[in-house]
Nanobody
Framework: QVQPVESGGGLVQAGGSLRLSCLASGSIGSINNMGWYRQVPGKQRELVARFTSAGSESYADSVKGRFAISRDNAKNCMYLQMNSLKPEDTAVYYC?????WGRGTQVTVSS
């Protein structure tokens, strides 16, 4: 069992950057099903970025070119670098490692 914990959220102005971290309680080296999702009140949780089964990266069209997902297996950590943030990126961001979800971290982008 790998319990993820997100960190790095906060309040940032439009155009700014944030880096989210997702620290797992166990080894992630053998896990391919990993990704970042976000949710706003009243809407379904949506995919932001993930690692594919082939080990490559996949992004939602709305964040392509602005966000980058990465992982450090030695640290049991996954990251989401978010640049050129927009107010519409405001949401609670969740990480998924295997079949385990974190509790989320709030990202608020002011205009």
């Amino acid at each position: 069992q790998v319990q993820p914990v997100e960190s790095g959220g906060g309040l940032v102005q439009a155009g700014g950057s944030l880096r989210l971290s997702c620290l797992a309680s166990g080894s992630i080296g053998s896990i391919n099903n990993m990704g970042w999702y976000r949710q706003v009140p009243g809407k379904q949780r949506e995919l932001v970025a993930r690692f594919t089964s082939a080990g490559s990266e996949s992004y939602a069209d709305s964040v392509k070119g602005r966000f980058a997902i990465s992982r450090d297996n030695a640290k049991n950590c996954m990251y989401l670098q978010m640049n050129s943030l927009k107010p519409e990126d405001t949401a609670v961001y969740y990480c998924l490692i295997g079949y385990f979800w974190g509790r989320g971290t709030q990202v608020t982008v002011s205009s």
